[in-house]
């Protein structure tokens, strides 16, 4: 089974950076995806960015530029540094993962989802 824990979320200023941190356990799989997602108040939860267990990757339009994602293989965890944030990235994030390989990407169909991490971004 997997499990994630989404952390590092926190306020921060227009402008600032935050590292948001997603610890995975149960990934024994040679091929995944991790990806982070967010819902800000009263809209729909989108996509943020992902990584595979290749090292692919995806940005949605809206963070290109100032968020990069990565992963560190040792310690099981997938990070997203988030850079020049603007009020419009204050959400919640969660992280989650797909499993398997996928003809399609960023795939669909994520099964395993984490906790929810606040971010909040001040003016």
């Known amino acids: 089974e997997v499990q994630l824990q989404a952390s590092g979320g926190g306020l921060v200023q227009a402008g600032g950076s935050l590292r948001l941190s997603c610890a995975a356990s149960?990934?024994?799989?040679?091929?995944?995806?991790i990806g982070w997602f967010r819902q800000a108040p009263g809209k729909e939860r989108e996509e943020v960015s992902f990584?595979?267990?290749?090292?692919?990757?995806y940005y949605a339009d809206s963070v290109k530029g100032r968020f990069t994602i990565s992963s560190d293989n040792a310690k099981n965890t997938v990070y997203l540094q988030m850079n020049s944030v603007e009020v419009e990235d204050t959400a919640v994030y969660y992280c989650?993962?797909?499993?398997?390989?996928?003809?399609?990407?960023?795939?669909?169909?994520?099964?395993?989802w984490g906790q929810g991490t606040l971010v909040t971004v001040s003016s």
């Open positions: 990584i595979s267990s290749f090292g692919n990757t």
């Open positions: 989650a993962a797909h499993v398997g390989r996928s003809l399609l990407w960023p795939p669909t169909g994520f099964g395993s």
């Open positions: 149960g990934l024994t799989y040679d091929a995944y995806t």
